[in-house]
């Protein structure tokens, strides 16, 4: 069965603060993306990655980095955390090729006061 | 523009009818792959059904159907004999291209009610 593991459900930070959230995928995929959705926009690709240590922008990456140093996890940093990036934020992993159909995690909530 | 839109941001169906849940693309890509995911309140997006852009026959899986109307790019979901648990959002999506790691575009979603 697939899985997709994320850190958190529910996160509160402060605006200023460092934020990792961390995801986990066992099915051996390629292929790592990190989403936020918000409501009336749908998801929203910030980054995806290819490949261990690759790492490419997705539609609104500002504010946000990645890091991929092993195959199954793919991390989101908030380098300083602002009230703006309080989100619904969803990871998925996909295998490169075919279908390539995207499995999501169960999402962390972020709020940032 | 809009790539991918879901006209309907919220639909109320009575239990056992069937309902169809509106999908349009927009991709000059010849190849390109679409999807619907649903998402309960528990927030997780579960993946329901995919259709190819050069399969021949409209996807189905179990009580999901995916009505592929290729000329008008339109890519509509119909669950037949909705229950309770079809309460959910859910989202179309489409996939262009087929090489390298492949971004999906999402709709805005419905919001699909069923009532006793």
């Known amino acids: 069965d697939v899985k997709v593991t994320q850190s958190s459900r529910y996160l509160v930070k402060r605006t200023g603060e460092k934020v990792f959230l961390e995801c986990v995928q066992d099915m051996d995929h390629e292929n790592m993306f990190w989403y936020r959705q918000d409501p009336g926009l749908g998801l929203r690709l910030i980054y995806f990655s290819y490949d261990v240590k690759m790492k490419e922008k997705g539609d609104i990456p500002e504010g946000y980095s990645v890091s991929r140093e092993k195959k199954e996890r793919f991390s989101l940093i908030l380098e300083s955390a602002s009230t703006n990036q309080t989100s619904m934020y969803l990871c998925?992993?996909?295998?490169?090729?075919?279908?390539?159909?995207?499995?999501f995690g169960p999402g962390t909530r972020l709020t940032v006061l | 523009a809009q790539k991918i839109t879901q006209t309907q941001p919220g639909m109320f169906v009575q239990e056992k009818e069937a309902v169809t849940l509106d999908c349009t693309y927009d991709?000059?890509?010849?190849?390109?792959?679409l999807f619907w995911y649903k998402q309960p309140s528990s927030g997780e997006m579960i993946f329901l059904i995919y259709?190819?852009?050069?399969?021949?026959q409209n996807a189905t899986e179990g009580r999901y159907s995916l009505n592929f109307q290729k000329a008008r790019k339109s890519a509509n979901l119909v669950i037949s004999a909705s229950q309770l648990g079809d309460s959910a959002m859910y989202f179309c999506?489409?996939?262009?291209?087929?090489?390298?790691?492949?971004?999906?575009?999402f709709g805005q979603g419905t919001r699909l009610t069923i009532n006793p």
């Open positions: 259709q190819g852009s050069y399969d021949q």
């Open positions: 991709t000059s890509d010849p190849s390109y792959g």
């Open positions: 998925a992993s996909s295998l490169a090729g075919g279908q390539d159909t995207q499995y």
């Open positions: 999506a489409m996939r262009e291209g087929h090489q390298g790691a492949q971004k999906l575009v």
